[in-house]
């Protein structure tokens, strides 16, 4: 079969970073950003964040190929405003988003478990 392994999916190939950055030249205040080893859940929970922001105008994501493991987010902001921070505080917003949804879980499991659960 010609599909790649499996592992390629996930793991960052040595000497490729993460994020990279490339800054439009025919737009001001746009660029994309291709995120290596993500795929469509990242893509749009990003897109959703970035809409948040209301310096934001457009935000939005493609797959190039469904063979290749990575996404870019094209993103254009206001003039108060650049793409490389939008980003960043997209990014730190989800951070805190998936920080406190976690503590939500973990604060239900331990209310579950000492009401529900008895010792035998």
């Given at each position: 079969?010609?599909?790649?392994?499996?592992?390629?999916?996930?793991?960052?190939?040595?000497?490729?970073?993460?994020?990279?950055?490339?800054?439009?030249?025919?737009?001001?205040?746009?660029?994309?950003?291709?995120?290596?080893?993500?795929?469509?859940?990242?893509?749009?929970?990003?897109?959703?964040?970035?809409?948040?922001?209301?310096?934001?105008?457009?935000?939005?994501?493609?797959?190039?190929?469904?063979?290749?493991?990575?996404?870019?987010?094209?993103?254009?902001?206001?003039?108060?405003?650049?793409?490389?921070?939008?980003?960043?505080?997209?990014?730190?917003d989800l951070d805190?988003?998936?920080?406190?949804?976690?503590?939500?879980?973990?604060?239900?499991?331990v209310l579950y478990?000492?009401?529900?659960?008895?010792?035998i």
């Amino acid at each position: 079969m010609n599909a790649p392994d499996r592992y390629e999916r996930f793991v960052v190939p040595e000497g490729t970073k993460k994020v990279s950055f490339e800054k439009d030249t025919k737009i001001m205040n746009a660029a994309s950003f291709t995120i290596e080893r993500e795929d469509h859940t990242i893509g749009n929970i990003l897109r959703m964040q970035l809409h948040r922001d209301p310096n934001v105008h457009f935000a939005g994501y493609k797959l190039p190929h469904p063979l290749q493991y990575k996404i870019i987010v094209r993103i254009h902001t206001a003039s108060q405003s650049s793409p490389t921070q939008a980003y960043t505080q997209a990014i730190n917003d989800l951070d805190k988003e998936l920080e406190n949804l976690k503590q939500a879980f973990e604060d239900m499991s331990v209310l579950y478990f000492s009401c529900c659960c008895t010792e035998i």
